[in-house]
Structure formats: C-alpha cells, structure tokens
C-alpha cells in the first residue's frame, strides 16, 4: 500500500512510498484511511522518528475490519483517528482507545482536523475551572489556536487571540474570542491561564502578563526560538505562577467522541484552512511552513 514516509533529506521532510499492509492484532481494528490531518510540530521537527517510517498521528476513515477480541467499533463505522502512529497511509491497524466514532451529519474531513490540534488544547482547558477568567491563545491563527479560542470561550472564559499579523485574525473573533491582539505589548490585561504554542520571546512576555496563580501551558514550538527571562523577572510576591509543558500522547478516544459530539451539536467548527489530495503533499508542506494555512491542512486519500 502507498503511505506517506519520514525522510531525512533535503528534499523531506516526507516522501510517498510503497510500505507492508498492517496486521492488526487481536485488540487492533484496521481502519481505510479516508483523509489526513497535518500537524507542523510533527513535519518540522520530523529527525524525531526514523527515515522510513510511515509517519503522521491524526487521519479520519473507516473500519474495514473490527478488532477481533470484540473491542471497539464495527465493521462501517466511521473514525476519526487521534495522535496513533503511522497515520499517514492507505490502511492503518489502530487501538480502539485511539478511534471516536464520527456523529452522522460531521464530514470525515473535518474529523480528520482533530487529532493533536483538537485533543491537546481540550486536555489543557479542562484542568481548571475557566469561568469568567481571562485566557491568551497565542499562535491562535493555528491549528490548535483555533480549537483553544472556541473550547476556551465555551467553558465561559474572557478569551485573548494573540496573532502574528492582521491578516491572521480573521475569523477569530467569530470563533469566540474577545479580544485579538498581534501584540502583548502594551495590553495591560493580566491572564489567568495561557495556552501557548509558539515559545520563544514569546513565553517572557505572557509572563509578564500573568496574574497571580496563574499558570503558562507550553503546548508548541512553531517558533524555533529560545526564550530568555530577564533576571529576577521569575521571582514576585502573592499567589504562585508556573509554567507547565505538555507531552500528553495518551489514548484520545474519549476525547475525540467529546469533541466529536460538539461538532455534531454545531458547538464547535474544524479549522480547515487547505484541503486538497495528498498527491499535493509537498506543496501543503510548504504552505504551512511560510505561514499562509490559517488553521488545518486536511488531505484526501486517493
């Protein structure tokens, strides 16, 4: 079968290639992948996993073979596939713990949008009641900035799009945000919570935006930068702030039914920015890294 494999090379940072069918085990369904879900973390940062691999986490299809020890979902069942390896392929042996059954009336498209970019932010909001308190997104033009904006303003918080530039904020006040700013500079607000997916510079200025007991959730890297705090800016008084990171790559098949029911209820939208064949792989690549997808690529499996 075709699938879609890590390559090491300048010419990367993945290649279709020709790879063995899947033998599920006895708790494993084989799943017809139908559509992909790109995630940049996953193709910038692709020296992570070994040259030849098939790559890729998140995908949506169908069950052709139930899992033969009678867990998990039937024959025809439609899936979304959420943070599985080996994703990015025609066919695809997968854990039910790792599938949500996709609601009549969700495209499989948009389920294919899930995945990282919707379970992570869902894992990060959930932690802490959000009621009327202030949260920044940064990088909320992304993927998992658009997921954050609408989860955060569903669980009645106060909610701060941060962007790199004007272009990039449209849309999101629509999803719920409050307030977009393309700068913190100068914002006056302080932040009970801040999702964060960019880092760098990034990171030292939400602190200094931090209210007390607040807390800094580092969830993405897109910047590449490090980041630097000036001497003593750590250290205050009153309540305790903190930075936490995030590498929760546990099962999401609860999570991916959560948010497949607030899709199916009209609660929540996928960010599809780019769709298109996965013939068209390289160029998808391409416009995500120069920043101009707002929000998912999705590709359809040919």
């Avoid at 909320?140 to 989860?151: E, I, K, N």
């Amino acid at each position: 079968m075709r699938a879609l494999v890590v390559d090491h090379s300048e010419a990367g940072p993945v290649r279709f290639d020709d790879v063995d069918e899947p033998v599920p085990s006895a708790g494993e369904a084989l799943v017809e992948i139908r559509h992909i879900g790109l995630n940049f973390g996953e193709l910038n940062y692709v020296h992570q996993w070994p040259a030849g691999a098939v790559h890729g986490h998140d995908a949506a299809g169908i069950v052709v073979r139930a899992a033969s020890d009678g867990s998990g979902p039937p024959v025809g069942t439609r899936v979304a596939v959420g943070m599985a390896p080996h994703a990015w392929a025609e066919r695809v042996a997968v854990s039910p713990a790792s599938l949500g059954a996709v609601p009549e009336g969700v495209d499989l498209a948009d389920a294919a949008a899930l995945g990282i970019a919707g379970v992570t932010p869902f894992r990060v909001l959930r932690t802490r009641s959000l009621l009327a308190r202030n949260v920044l997104v940064t990088g909320a033009s992304g993927g998992v900035g658009h997921f954050a904006v609408q989860l955060a303003a569903l669980a009645g918080a106060r909610v701060t799009a941060l962007v790199g530039s004007p272009e990039r904020a449209a849309g999101l006040r629509e999803l719920g945000a409050d307030n977009v700013l393309t700068d913190l500079a100068g914002t006056g607000d302080r932040f009970d919570l801040v999702l964060d997916t960019v880092g760098g510079t990034l990171v030292a200025q939400a602190w200094s935006s931090l209210a007390e007991g607040g807390t800094i959730h580092l969830v993405g890297y897109s910047s590449g930068q490090e980041t630097t705090f000036p001497a003593g800016a750590l250290f205050g008084f009153g309540e305790p702030r903190s930075i936490a990171t995030y590498g929760d790559m546990a099962p999401t098949g609860g999570e991916l039914t959560d948010l497949l029911g607030l899709m199916a209820a009209g609660r929540l939208s996928a960010p599809v920015g780019l769709r298109g064949d996965w013939q068209g792989v390289d160029d998808a690549v391409q416009a995500l890294f120069a920043r101009k997808v707002r929000g998912k690529v999705v590709l359809d499996v040919a």
